[in-house]
């Protein structure tokens, strides 16, 4: 059974055109490729036709895989989540505890997430550990180098 993950319109779009760019682009060369190669002769000592043949696999499974997260996606609402509470698509301000340095993210589905624009993924350590949490909350969250403390200081919607 696949996982479910929660998208905006715009990376659910952005999923789509890539499994199709895959179907309709890439999955056509690749049959190229190998139609190509054994037309150069003896496939058991043609190193071009392996190639392809392996590209060809490589390729058939991110199309499956793509397949497959799309299958459990689902298109989220925005505008009925509750802002009280970190959830998915949630601009959560945090302030590290340690530092007090200040830091912005959305939480987003693991495809969409994407560091340099501040998007970061509900499954990373972080996303789970601010799962939940309210206005005020303090979040121990256990990442690579031990516990670090952040508290919630904002929760909005885009």
């Known amino acids: 059974m696949s996982k479910v993950s929660y998208y905006t319109a715009e990376g659910l779009k ?13 999955r056509p060369r690749a049959s190229q490729a190998i139609a190509e190669a054994r037309d150069k002769g003896d496939l058991s000592e043609n190193a071009e ?14 199309i499956s895989k793509m ?15 509750d802002t009280s509470k970190v959830l998915v698509h949630s601009t959560v301000k945090i302030k590290n505890q340690q530092n007090g340095m200040e830091m912005t993210y959305k939480l987003v589905a693991q495809s ?4 340099k624009t501040g998007k970061i993924s509900v499954d990373s350590p ?8 309210e206005v005020g909350d303090i979040a121990d969250i256990q990442v690579p180098n031990g516990v670090m ?8 919607r885009d």
């Open 67 to 81: 397949e497959e997260t799309l299958a459990g996606a689902r298109l989220i609402d925005e505008s009925q989540l």
């Open 14 to 26: 952005k999923l789509r055109d890539e499994l199709n760019q895959l179907k309709d682009v890439e």
């Open 49 to 62: 036709y392996d190639a392809a043949k392996e590209a060809q696999g490589m390729l058939e499974m991110r």
């Open 149 to 156: 403390k952040f508290e919630v200081v904002e929760i909005s």
């Open 126 to 133: 972080i996303g789970k550990g601010l799962l939940g949490c």
């Open 112 to 115: 969409e997430a994407d560091l």
